[in-house]
């Protein structure tokens, strides 16, 4: 599983992730997003640990938690849509 961090401070790095997640178990990887066009943080992050149950620990003591100034929203990622097409595509 793969958990969703939204929410994010724009300043916050793979290390700052790592430590908070580190508290509930060990963490396999933390991908942080940028822009293409600006190189900036999206302001969202997904991170993978070693285990389902620390997974499952550390949305349910996260999501809604402040950090950095901001209110994490923490939950389990979803696959990602195929939205290659664009909106118009869709009507």
């Known amino acids: 599983m793969?958990?969703?961090?939204?929410n994010l401070s724009y300043s916050a790095t793979e290390d700052d992730l790592k430590a908070v997640f580190a508290e509930y178990g060990?963490?396999?990887?933390?991908?942080?997003?940028?822009?293409?066009d600006t190189g900036r943080l999206r302001g969202f992050?997904?991170?993978?640990?070693?285990?389902d149950a620390q997974e499952d620990t550390a949305i349910t003591e996260l999501d809604g938690a402040e950090w950095m100034g901001r209110q994490l929203k923490v939950n389990k990622a979803r696959p990602r849509e195929d939205n290659r097409r664009?909106?118009?595509?869709?009507?």
């Open 45 to 51: 992050a997904f991170v993978e640990m070693d285990d």
């Open 2 to 6: 793969t958990i969703y961090v939204g």
């Open 86 to 91: 664009g909106s118009w595509a869709k009507r």
């Open 26 to 36: 060990q963490v396999k990887r933390v991908v942080l997003p940028t822009d293409r």
